[in-house]
Every structure is written in C-alpha cells, then in structure tokens.
C-alpha cells in the first residue's frame, strides 16, 4: 500500500514538474553560418527542424582571448574569473543587435546592418564577432563566429594588402574554436548572398514595375480620351464627306 | 431638312462619345449603397477550450488600461494597410471570430497575411465562427483578411502582447522627475517561473537615440523591499512583474525583448518581441507590437 502511494506521488511530481518545464514549442536549429564582407553587414542564414517558426538572432564583439578562454571545455570557472579580474579594463563582450525572423521552409537567411562606428576589425580578428540563433519557442542554440569574406575583386588588391590579410589570417585566426571556414563553404556562402542580392534586386524591379504599371494606367487615361475624341471628329467628318457625297 | 439630320447625326456621336468616356471612367462616380440593416461586425474572444486569463492586477499608484479580452468591432472602412487593431493577452493561443447576428452575411473565408502558412492554424467551426491559433509566440502582431459571403473583405490585425507600458513622467521634456523611467508591466503566467520567487525572465532593451545611435542594456527588475516585484493572481494563475528603463530627452524609442532563462545549450525562447522587439515611443508613448 506505502509503495503504491509512493509510486503515485512520485508520477505526480514528475507529471508536474513536466507540465511545468513544457514549452509551447521546441525544435532544433540544424546549421547557421554568418559572414561579412565589410565590417557593419553581418549576413545570416542557417537551417532549422520543420518545427521552427522563428528564430532569434544575437550579435556579439568580444574579445578574441577571452572568447577562446570561454569555449573551452577544460577551462574552469576559476581561470575564467582571474581572467576578468586581471583585464578589468576591458570590454569582453558587447551585444551588437538582437532580432527574431521568420523560418521559411525550415531555412532562414538575413543580413543585419550593425550601422557605423562600430569599431570592430572583424577582418584582422582584433575583436571577435560571433553569433548565436536560438528558437524563437524554446529549442536549442548554436553559436557561430562571423567569417571575413574577402570580395575585393584581386586585380585591385595590392601585394601589401594580401599579405597582411595572410599574417592576419594565419597568426590570429583561432583553430580550435572557429567553426571550419574551407574554402568551398566560402564560395557557397558567397553565392547565396549573391542569390540572396539578386532576390532583392528582383523584388526592386518587380515592385518598380509594379509602380510602372500604375504611373501607366494613371497617364493612359488622357491619351484614350484624346484618341477618342479624334476617332469621334474623324467619324463626324466621314459622315460628312457622305453626306456630300449623297 | 438634310442639314437637320446632320445635326441629329454629329449630336447622336457627340452623345455616345460623352457616354464611352463616362463609362469608362464610371468607377469613379460609383459608390457602394450599403443596404439599411446591413452590418459588419464581427465579436473576437479568447478559446474557451483553454484557460482565460482575466488581468486586473497593477502595482500600486499605476493607471494604465489593461486591453480587454473581448471586443465588438465594426470592420467596416478598414484595408490592409489600415486595419481594426485589437490587442489579446499572448497567452490566449487560440481566439474565436463571429459575426454578428445582425450581419446578413456570414464569414467565406479568413487568412493570416503576411505570415508563412503554418503560421496560424484557421479552422471554420460548425457554428459559422472561425478558430484562430497561433503557432507560435513570434507571431505577434498578425493581419487577418476577413472574407464574407458577399465577397467583402474585411482586415483586423490582433496584437498579442505581455507588457503594458507606463511612464513616472508626463511629458519627457518635463523638468520633473529628475529621474524618467518607461515601466513595462509584464503578465506572464506562473508557469513562466518554475519554483522560483525570483523573476527570472529577461528584458534586453535596444534604446534608440534622436542622433540615430543606440546601445543595448538590460532593464531593471523593479523590487519592493529588496525583492523582484511579484504581484499573483491565484484565482487567474498569472502574475505581475515591473521592468524599468532610464529615458532623457535624447531617447527617441525603445524596443523590448523579454526571454526565458538560457539553459546552456538549450534556450527556453523569448515569450514576447519579434522583430527588433516591441516598439516604445518616448515623445508619443505609442506601443508598436
């Protein structure tokens, strides 16, 4: 008899902790990858369950040491903490935007303009950029650093400035904890935000010709009752030139 | 007599003339008639399939007007782009649509605009009301197009919000208080603090300046006696809780995103603020969802 009340009371906790800790919907974000061509334009896409309907979207600057420090699975809470305590003038991590967009079948893609004056030098990792997609709902998060896309055209960068992109590139990129950056994901990250571009030319054009089409029918009405006033007087004269003919 | 009928004749084109063109212009000088007894109102009302929530807490000295539940509304005149706006506490997920007795017509058809398809799930019911759920905590502001049997349509955007604003200042150009606040005053239901008498949700809020600048920061939990204010509703299981931000003059606008605690790897999502978040005017004190 103790047992099956013990047994009952222990289904109910479990049964109300469950109700309690249950969210309103919960998928898994799959991939996301963030890019930057410039140092205020930060595009975003990824991959998301079919259960996700939105994500959110945090940008952040912190500093390259201590984000290295910090997504490192041997390094204590302690080290952490002495690391703060001796860069007290430091800015370790600033958020730069946050926002939540709409999943569409089960991708999301966006680019954010962080704005001017940002002093971030994502190009030569002095400060770090890096960000984090969560559901919208409650599911799981992914973090990832911005990568540099270099789009310059290479008939029109110097020798010098290829060669200190490859210093930077070499002695400060961190191996262990960026996310892998080969080149064939550079090249697809750079095709879709071409695609991504393009998309948007084409809505301009779609709705310029939109507007086009307006301006058209508002400017037409004029010219159809011109030609039908010359259609009419040129009826009136032909009945005429009948007339005389009669 | 010959001359006679010339005249009939340039007249009788003159007329049908004058009768193309206005007939191609008739669009313009046509109105609708609506009929004596026809109306077009439509009442909107949370699920009673799942629990109502019927707020009436505030903090103390606060006079701000909690949204109502439910609404009559008359959808005539409204479009698109400017729709009947009503606001429903986020939690009701599902609300019902009706119309009116009065109506003549009865709703055809509704679709959530703007919004990818499972969005919102629309169901019409056997008692010519339809069911609005929403799929998600994203959706927050939603315009619905409403079509009747007479092939009129009708728009109604629903705003669904969790906070209701409230200033300590008239005006912001005002010499007093010295210290301005905007104070979202946030219903959540207890579920949204598991065992803890702390608030534990977040508010990260982006505060715009008239420069076009901005900076980030984390509002402030408003405490009674050292405590995270905490106002219960036992009977409708929700409660109250007061976030609150420093504004000056310079301060343009606000936008609020209230999240859950993060969990590690695991995130509990963010109950309101989709978008950059929901918009605070400080010279207007306009919420936009």
């Known amino acids: 008899m103790k047992k099956r009340k013990i047994l009952l009371l222990l ?89 939540s967009i709409e999943v569409t079948n089960g991708t999301f893609d966006t680019t954010i303009d962080l704005g001017p004056n940002q002093n971030i030098d994502i190009k030569n990792y002095k400060s770090l950029l890096y960000v984090y997609a969560s559901d919208y709902d409650g599911g799981n998060k992914l973090e990832t650093i911005v990568q540099y896309i270099n789009n ?16 930077a590139n070499t002695t400060n990129e961190p191996t262990t904890t960026i996310e892998g950056s080969n080149e064939s994901e550079v090249i697809t990250e750079i095709e879709s935000t071409r695609k991504a571009d393009l998309a948007g030319d084409a809505d301009n054009i779609d709705n310029n010709i939109d507007n086009n089409n307006v301006n058209t029918s508002d400017s037409s009405r004029p010219f159809i009752y011109s030609l039908l006033l010359v259609m009419s007087i040129t009826l009136i004269f032909n009945l005429r030139k009948n007339k005389d003919l009669l | 007599m010959k001359n006679g009928k010339l005249i009939f004749k340039r007249l009788a084109c003159f007329l049908l003339t004058t009768i193309f063109i206005v007939s191609l212009n008739s669009t313009k000088y046509t109105k609708p008639i609506k009929a004596d007894n026809e109306t077009h109102t439509f009442s909107i009302s949370p699920s009673s399939a799942s629990r109502i929530y019927v707020l009436t807490k505030k903090k103390a000295g606060e006079s701000y007007t909690i949204p109502n539940n439910n609404y009559n509304l008359d959808l005539s005149n409204t479009s698109k782009t400017s729709p009947a706006e009503i606001a429903e506490f986020k939690y009701h997920e599902t609300l019902v649509i009706k119309p009116d007795t009065n109506n003549t ?17 629309i169901t019409a019911e056997n008692d010519n009301s339809y069911t609005l759920k929403f799929n998600s905590f994203f959706y927050d502001n939603v315009v619905f197009e409403i079509t009747d049997s007479n092939a009129k349509k009708f728009y109604l955007k629903i705003n669904r919000f969790i906070s209701i604003f409230s200033t300590n200042y008239d005006n912001i150009n005002d010499p007093t208080p010295e210290v301005k606040k905007v104070y979202a005053n946030t219903y959540v239901k207890y579920t949204e603090e598991v065992g803890s008498e702390v608030i ?4 990260v809020v982006k505060k715009v300046y008239k420069d076009g600048s901005y900076e980030y920061c984390n509002a402030n939990q408003e405490t009674v006696d050292g405590t995270a ?34 969990w590690s790897d695991r995130t509990r999502g963010m109950i309101t603020g989709s978008g950059m978040g929901v918009k605070y005017n400080i010279a207007t004190k306009k919420t936009t969802y």
């Open chain 1, 11 to 99: 289904a109910l906790v479990i049964l109300l902790t469950l109700s309690k800790y249950k969210t309103i919907k919960a998928g898994n974000i799959l991939t996301t990858t963030a890019t930057t061509s410039d140092e205020r334009n930060i595009h975003i896409s990824g991959t998301t369950d079919p259960s996700i309907y939105a994500v959110i979207l945090g940008i952040y600057s912190m500093d390259l040491e201590f984000f290295i420090l910090t997504h490192n699975p041997n390094v204590t809470e302690e080290e952490i903490q002495q690391y703060i305590q001796s860069h007290p003038n430091l800015q370790l991590y600033t958020l730069m935007d946050i926002r």
């Open chain 1, 152 to 167: 310059t055209p290479t008939n029109q960068v110097t020798e010098s400035e290829k060669s200190t992109e490859e210093t």
């Open chain 2, 105 to 121: 017509a009865q709703i055809n058809d509704i679709k959530a605009l703007d919004v990818n398809e499972g969005a919102v799930t």
């Open chain 2, 200 to 203: 534990r949700i977040k508010t």
């Open chain 2, 229 to 262: 204010l905490a106002i219960y509703d036992d009977n409708n299981h929700y409660k109250l809780c007061q976030f609150s931000v420093e504004v000056d003059s310079n301060v343009k606008e606000l936008y609020f995103l209230i999240s859950r605690p993060q």
